[in-house]
């Protein structure tokens, strides 16, 4: 079977959605992985809040993951026939998988926003409210790159066309 | 950033963890009432330092103080086996920071006439001087045998304060020997690195504070230029203003001319402190809070390097420090303002 141009596009912005978002978020994880050992090997009672600080960087892959499923659903490659897309829709995709996969990259941010936070959760237990706040606010910019994907992918008829 | 924030992760995530673990001032309430080592022991339970004390340690201060001694030294070990590969001079400055402890204790006991036992058992592991080599300088009859054994090792300057101590009696020229050969040699090392601007300021803090130290002594003492310029290290800006006038200036005098720098207005305070006690520790102490707030002001510009490792390091001394001091207090039954006015604060 050969693909059409405009499906050979909207597959490749799911690759870039999960490929870049995957990339982040290990990034992110892993800096709040380092921190969490760290704090773990003087106090493993820490290892709660340091769970949660550590997931936090996570979810960008999860944004990447949906930002690629929504496409591959959208140009039938999950979930029934692959569908016929005109070349500018195959674009549209792409462009939706870019931006959920640079705004992905806030994983970076939030994974050393939450390394920092383990260390002041580790000095001071009492913190950990605030340092999870701190780092959810890096989360915001990924949620809006997922929603701008999402209104790409409405506009241009991927989803619900 | 991110290759700094990374490699330094783990240490500073783990240093703020252990500072989590200081303690806390509600502790330090209860500690400035303490009468006994027993007393001090049985509040230091829970912290780090309890795991390290003896049944000795509940009965004799000297016991205890080495019990929180190891411990400190347990923990440069620990942190010096992890920090990063680049910052391999904070290593050296832990390592030669115990040496210098545990040959000011010989020279101490030399001074003090201490049995060689005496000496041995105040010995604390954790420098690049090994037990075996502490034991053969326990031998020595003096304070000249001493000092010739420590030839071929980097502290073979420290002979350049015995004549002076022989004139003296007192250690201060050897301990200001032993402090310049320990800080002298980190900051022309660390002028020459590149990557480690903080660790340069903390050094350069340390440089002036120990030229301070010295100039303010030995005017008090009444003691002339020409006998502590061998003890100064002349790397240093704050030189170049004191010197030209230190034998014509009095002590008002002389620390009116650190005008325009961060020193002043401590040191002023610690006057009026001193022409009230007559004590020289008042300018020792404002001199040792300016290095306690130096390395808290790295710790707040450099949170994601090597702010955080010394923050700790000179939180974790002063905690040490403080700790010693209320330990001491123990043997001359000193009342709770005097100890609390002894401490370190920031």
Sequence with gaps: MELSMGVIL???????????????????????????AGVISEDPRKFGPVLVLQALPQTQGIYGFLGAVLILIGVGVLGGEIKEIPIGMGYAALGGGIVVGLSSFTAIAQGAISASGMGAVAKRPETFGQAVVLAVMAETFAIFGLLIAIL???GSKIMGG | MIRDALSYLYVNAKVMAKEGKFISPARWEDLWGCKSP????????????????????????RELENAILKEFSSLGREISKII?????????????????????????GIQGGLRKEEILDSFVEGGELD???????????????????????????????VARYHVAKNLFFLEAALDKILWEDLWIKVLNLKGMKEFGDFIGTSVETHNLKIILRAKDNGLPLEDIEPFLIHECTLLNELLPAFDEEDLPGLI??????IYLEPLLRALAEHERTSSILSFEQALDNMVVRKAEDIRKKKPFGLGPLIGFLVSKEKEVG???????????????????????RN
Excluded: C, H
Aim: aromatic fraction near 8%.
């Design chain 1, 10 to 36: 909207a597959i490749m912005g799911a690759a870039v959605s999960m490929g870049l978002a995957a990339i982040a978020s290990g990034i992110g994880v892993g800096l709040a992985g380092v921190a969490g």
């Design chain 1, 152 to 154: 790409i992918f409405v």
């Design chain 2, 38 to 61: 027993g007393e001090i022991a049985s509040l230091l339970e829970g912290t780090d330092y309890f795991p390290y004390l003896s049944e000795r340690a509940i009965s004799e201060a």
């Design chain 2, 84 to 108: 990063p590969k680049g910052a391999w001079l904070i290593k050296e400055y832990l390592l030669r920071k115990w040496d210098v402890i545990n040959l000011r204790t010989v020279m101490r």
């Design chain 2, 131 to 161: 037990f075996m080599f502490f034991r053969a300088l326990t031998d020595a009859e003096g304070m000249d045998s001493f000092v010739g054994l420590l030839a071929k090792t980097p502290y073979q300057s420290l002979k350049d304060g």
């Design chain 2, 256 to 261: 009116s001319l650190l005008e325009d720098t």
């Design chain 2, 322 to 344: 403080n700790l010693l001091a209320i330990v001491r207090s123990t043997e001359v039954a000193l009342n709770r303002d005097e100890i609390r006015e002894s401490l370190i």
